[in-house]
């Protein structure tokens, strides 16, 4: 009895400590991601998402919500209507950029390679890959509420 209270507890704290599921994300095109702006109100801005091994990566370049996340990296991501308060961290790493610009394009075709050029063509620069990840928080930093 002892042995089957003992699995049911470590499954129960291993799983409370997961992440969102991206499973949505796979199938939206666009999602609404907050940031804080210097002044301390939000905004929202549209954006795409890829999933790839069960994270959340977006991308931008030189825009203003990659200026707020630069400073903030506490946002919230919107999508199909659930929230979820996560902290944007920049993919560094060679190897997993070319792995997640693949799944862009696998997910928007080549419109998301036609899209990054004219980005970088507008805003200059390239494009920046930034993970979503998650712990067990409360988000203080904006209003909407954080989904679990």
Known sequence: MHCWIALVLMFVTANSAVGPDWKDAEVESEILVTTSN??????????????????????????????????????????????????????????LVDRVQAQFR?????????????????LGGESRIYRATWEDRTDKSHSTPEFR
């Not at 919230?76 to 979820?84: D, E, N, S």
């Open 38 to 95: 210097p002044d301390g109100s939000e905004r929202l801005t549209t954006i795409w998402i890829a999933v790839l091994d069960g994270t959340a990566f977006v991308r931008t370049s030189g825009t203003r919500w990659e200026r707020n996340v630069e400073r903030n990296p506490d946002v919230v991501l919107t999508v199909a209507g659930k929230t979820r308060a996560v902290r944007l961290e920049r993919v560094h790493d060679d190897d």
């Open 106 to 122: 696998k997910k928007y075709g080549s419109v998301a390679d036609r899209m990054a050029r004219f980005v970088r063509f507008v």
